[in-house]
């Protein structure tokens, strides 16, 4: 069964940085593609980040390229999204999900299987 479980939300100043983690387990991934979302209140949820497991290419939402960078520890099964410059609209809960294909066309949500149960990111002077 696959797990994804995220860790490292929280509340930080404008301007400030977060680690998110995803620990990813029950399968292999090999051919996976692992990405993040995030949904703020009253908003549709969107893509922020993709990177293909065994090849490490990744994809970035406009809003945050620059400022986030995706990475991922294959032997520790862990993805992690660095969020750096953080602004008052990058607050939402994030999720972190999975999917086989291509990090080309990774950026539509309904195109994930695996979905962790997402983190709090805050933030706000």
């Known amino acids: 069964q696959v797990q994804l479980v995220e860790s490292g939300g929280g509340a930080v100043q404008p301007g400030h940085s977060l680690r998110l983690s995803c620990a990813a387990s029950?399968?292999?991934?090999?051919?996976?593609?692992m990405g993040w979302f995030r949904q703020a209140p009253g908003k549709e949820r969107e893509f922020v980040a993709a990177?293909?497991?065994?090849?490490?290419?990744?994809n970035y939402a406009d809003s945050v390229k620059g400022r986030f960078t995706v990475s991922r520890d294959i032997p520790k099964n862990t993805v992690v999204l660095q969020m750096n410059s953080l602004k008052p609209e990058d607050t939402a809960v994030y999720y972190c999900?999975?999917?086989?294909?291509?990090?080309?066309?990774?950026?539509?949500?309904?195109?994930?299987?695996?979905w962790g149960q997402g983190t709090q990111v805050t933030v706000s002077s």
């Open positions: 990177i293909g497991w065994i090849t490490g290419r990744t």
């Open positions: 999900a999975s999917k086989y294909g291509l990090v080309s066309t990774a950026t539509s949500g309904r195109d994930y299987g695996y």
């Open positions: 029950g399968r292999s991934f090999s051919g996976y593609v």
